[in-house]
């Protein structure tokens, strides 16, 4: 159990919860390995917490962005989902993993963004051009455009 772990623990047992302050004596890798153990030990809302409060924290970090992301990607907030991922692809730039275009791809059309989602997929597909999610995400959102707005102009 790693050391944040332990002193989240602590806390809750103390009826205490991890703040700002305790949290700063951690990098934004050992947070995010902590927010995954909260999550797979089903502690969503504590997961929650913390990932807010590292955001505050760490907002420029990388790992906090994505980690950040895909809380709010589970918690179906699709528009805190977009915004942070939009600003760790900006961050990324062309180093961005498949992970990030997808992730964000489908928050935008969770969104109800599916014009935006679709560029994200092609810009995905410039660099992961065989990806098979982003293939049937490409897949998926050409049918739905289609069917809603068969005068719209995309790549096909």
Known sequence: MSL???EISTKQQLGAM?????????????ICQ??????RDGKDEFAYLM??????LYPYSEDILAVTGLL?????DWSLAV???????RMQGV???VLTFVVLARSLRCNLEPARAFEVVEEGLQYFPDHEELLSEKTFLKTFIDAHHPASQHKS
Do not use: C, F
Not at 18 to 30: C, F, I, K, Q
Not at 51 to 56: D, I, K, P, S, Y
Not at 83 to 89: A, K, T, V
């Open 18 to 30: 991890v703040n700002e302050r305790d949290l700063s004596r951690y990098t934004p890798a050992e």
């Open 34 to 39: 902590t927010i995954q153990a909260l999550m």
């Open 95 to 97: 180093n961005s993993p």
């Open 51 to 56: 990932g807010e409060a590292a955001l505050n």
């Open 4 to 6: 944040l772990l332990q």
């Open 72 to 76: 709010a990607s589970t918690r179906k």
């Open 83 to 89: 915004e942070l991922l939009e600003e760790l692809r």
